[in-house]
């Protein structure tokens, strides 16, 4: 069956930095993009990062451009989301999500939070 695990979530003091990983099972993952989502509390989901399949073109919202960085490992079946200079308003469940426009598939998500 199909399965997206997200990890790598936790506290984190501002300007520090996080690692997501998610680890994918079940589809065929070099022919889906992949896209990190973010909710913080009360908020809608928002779309933070996106790879492209084909082309791994990279897609950041401009609120985390220049901050965090989206890649994939194709022989992993793993994307990653590497946050640097974390913010406060980063704080939110971080969830990671496979679309190839037919199919959708969502992980479980990862909770990220920003305090000192």
């Known amino acids: 069956q199909v399965q997206l695990v997200e990890s790598g979530g936790g506290l984190v003091q501002p300007g520090g930095s996080l690692r997501l990983s998610c680890a994918t099972s079940g589809f065929t993952f070099s022919r889906f993009t992949m896209n990190w989502y973010r909710q913080a509390t009360g908020k809608e989901r928002e779309l933070v990062a996106t790879i492209t399949s084909p082309g791994s073109r990279t897609i950041y919202a401009d609120s985390v451009k220049g901050r965090f960085t989206i890649s994939k490992d194709n022989a992993k079946n793993t994307v990653y989301l590497q946050m640097n200079g974390l913010k406060a308003e980063d704080t939110a469940e971080y969830y990671c999500?496979?679309?190839?426009?037919?199919?959708?598939?969502w992980g479980q998500g990862t909770q990220v939070t920003v305090s000192s």
């Open positions: 999500n496979a679309d190839n426009w037919v199919s959708r598939y």
